[in-house]
């Protein structure tokens, strides 16, 4: 068997030691593979890191639960913190290369992307000081003033965190330190990175490491920067009025749903909460994508919903609706109605999908 089908077998096997809530099975395929010589860095990105993915694409797909997601996550963290604990005992492998900040943008929930980085980032001989998930900025910073590392890495896999992270870029460059950014939610290319004046991107652990290896140069003299420095565009000020707007945007869109699907009227409390959370995501996907002047961060956000809820048994041009009722409200913002007509249209041109019977099994 080849080194990649080794992996992808044992991959498969996680997943199904994962998925079924067993842990004690799970840390044992990788206790063993470390044991027979699989190097632990391939073991974090090739075998743990897919198995992640899969536990978010399988959540999506509706074949298994939150708390099924919750656990598997949590099964997967301590397997990675099993082997960081195993370490001391094993001789280093490389040289002491720097010492950097490994953190996530405030608001951001997921941090296995980022602890990935860092244990990667410590087997290649850097100090890491990991701050893990949703790091107050004000808090950041105050590390840095303490810490004064070589880079800060910033990660972040939900878009509508970008204009935190655009604070947090600027507020560390001030202080000298030079800013790597990575996760989905800078795009798949680092555009919004750029956009925010990241000074770098990388698309992965191991391109995190080279960008290191390579060097970054501290940012010059102190300078704050000002929002419109770098996204001129927010001078019509729409995102600013839709931010404000959003409990009342989000309170006369549903109204106007309930006009529109009378049966709506019936629904019980928790199913009227369900809907707010949906349309308060909409407007919140909306609001990034104008703070970035990016079509794409609210289509594809739409593009995902659809496939969310037709797994769950909601047909997806429900969404096309509230869109409409959005659109009314904030006829008087152009941008704004550009990016709700995009994505109503990618939501009507989208295939459609039968939505299947609930009550049958496959």
């Known amino acids: 068997m080849s080194p990649s089908d080794a992996t992808a077998e044992l991959s498969d096997r996680l997943w199904q030691a994962v998925a079924d809530g067993d842990e004690h099975r799970a840390a ?61 005992t094993r001789e280093p492998r490389t040289p002491r290369q720097g010492r950097v900040t490994v953190s996530c943008i405030d608001g951001e ?80 290319d680092g555009r919004h990175a750029r956009a925010l004046g990241a000074d770098r991107w990388a698309a992965d652990a191991r391109g995190a490491a080279a960008v290191l290896q390579a060097g970054l140069e501290r940012p010059g003299p102190a300078t704050i920067r000002q929002v419109a420095d770098d996204l001129p565009h927010l001078a019509d000020q729409e995102y600013t009025m839709v931010v404000l707007s959003r409990p009342q945007l989000v309170k006369q869109t549903l109204s106007d749903l309930e006009s529109r699907f009378p049966a709506m ?37 739409l593009t995902w919903t659809a496939d969310i809820l037709e797994a769950r048994h909601v047909p997806a041009h429900s969404v096309v609706t509230g869109l409409e009722a959005l659109a009314d409200q904030l ?28 009550d049958i099994h496959a």
């Not at 004000?138 to 935190?164: F, K, Q, R, Y």
């Not at 019980?268 to 104008?290: G, K, P, S, Y």
């Not at 704004?336 to 109503?344: C, K, N, P």
């Open 265 to 301: 009227r019936a629904y019980t409390d928790a199913q009227r909460e369900r809907t707010a959370e949906d349309i308060a995501h909409i407007i919140d996907f909306l609001a990034t994508a104008l703070y970035v002047d990016d079509p794409d961060v609210f289509t594809e956000f």
């Open 28 to 88: 044992g395929l990788v206790h063993q593979a470390a044991a027979d010589g699989m190097e632990e860095e391939r073991l974090l990105l090739d075998v743990i890191a897919p198995v992640q993915e899969k536990v978010g694409l399988e959540w999506a797909a509706d074949r298994i639960t939150v708390a099924q997601e919750h656990a598997a996550t949590a099964i997967n963290e301590r397997i990675v913190a099993s082997l960081a604990h195993r370490r001391p």
């Open 331 to 358: 006829r008087e913002f152009p941008r704004t109605v550009d990016l709700l007509q995009a994505g109503g249209a990618v939501l009507c041109d989208r295939p459609t999908r039968p939505v299947p019977d609930p």
């Open 109 to 188: 929930w997921h941090a296995f992307p980022a602890r990935l980085v860092s244990e990667v980032l410590v087997l290649r001989g850097w100090q890491v000081d990991y701050l893990g998930a949703q790091t107050p900025t004000p808090h950041l910073v105050a590390h840095l003033h303490h810490t004064d590392p070589d880079a800060i890495l910033l990660s972040g896999s939900i878009s509508t965190h970008l204009p935190a992270a655009h604070a947090a870029i600027t507020a560390c460059q001030a202080l000298g330190v030079p800013v790597l950014a990575g996760g989905r939610a800078f795009g798949r």
